[in-house]
């Protein structure tokens, strides 16, 4: 009989082992399971997929502070060229000095309230003007945080009987913000003014 429950109890401790070594495989596994579905989210939100002209391009998400550089200076484009290339089209103006609006603070609204308040947008209009923006160089001082920047453009004005070549100097600030469709960059610029914009020639059509 002692033999019997010795037996039984022998039987009882491997089957406690091979349960608790069932139960500790399971949970490796288990364990193995969320680490390998957590990587490969992490790697598929790496990984972009873009849809050009029926061909599919992998792309690569990165850090935004590793292209600070390229998304500010695009930034800074797409404003300069919404507020400095304009044709004689009201709709059209107004289109893009409301989008403009978006990219800057209230020191872009006080430059183009002043030019609505010199007739700077009817007279462009009345004489049939259009005018374009070529950026020459961009300055961005990515140690600082308030990113401050300076522009360098030409700006041509083209009227029916002559072309007038401008130079531009612009500067101000960037602050980092979440990015919007409106500000797909997420930037927005503060404190700017205009350093120069003085006449370099004019030649006759």
């Known amino acids: 009989m002692l033999s019997k429950l ?3 109890d022998s039987a009882f401790v491997h089957l406690k082992f091979w349960t608790l070594v069932l139960v500790a495989c399971c949970l490796g596994s288990s364990a193995l399971v969320v680490w390998f579905s957590f990587n490969a989210v992490l790697k598929s939100k790496q990984e972009v ?7 599919v391009l992998k792309a690569f998400a990165n850090p935004r502070d590793a292209l600070i550089s390229v998304e500010a ?3 800074l484009k797409q404003f300069h060229q919404l507020l400095f290339t304009l044709s004689p089209d009201e ?3 107004e289109s893009q000095l409301a989008e403009s609006l978006y990219l800057g603070d209230h020191s872009v609204k006080f430059h183009l309230d002043n030019l609505r308040e010199t007739g700077y947008f009817k007279k462009l209009l009345a004489a049939n003007v259009s005018q374009r ?3 020459d160089s961009i300055q961005l001082d990515e140690s600082r945080s308030d990113y401050p920047f300076r522009v360098y453009a ?6 029916s009987s002559s072309i007038l070549l401008r ?12 990015r919007t469709p409106a500000n797909p960059h997420g930037f927005l610029i503060e404190n700017w003014e205009i350093l120069e ?4 020639y004019q030649k006759a059509r």
């Open 6 to 8: 010795k037996q039984l």
């Open 197 to 200: 914009n003085k006449d370099l």
């Open 133 to 135: 923006v070529y950026l």
């Open 73 to 75: 200076k695009s930034h």
């Open 49 to 55: 997929y873009l849809i050009s002209q029926d061909h």
């Open 167 to 178: 130079s531009l100097i612009t500067a101000g600030n960037l602050r980092p913000i979440q």
């Open 154 to 159: 030409k700006q041509e004005i083209i009227r």
């Open 91 to 93: 709709q059209l103006i």
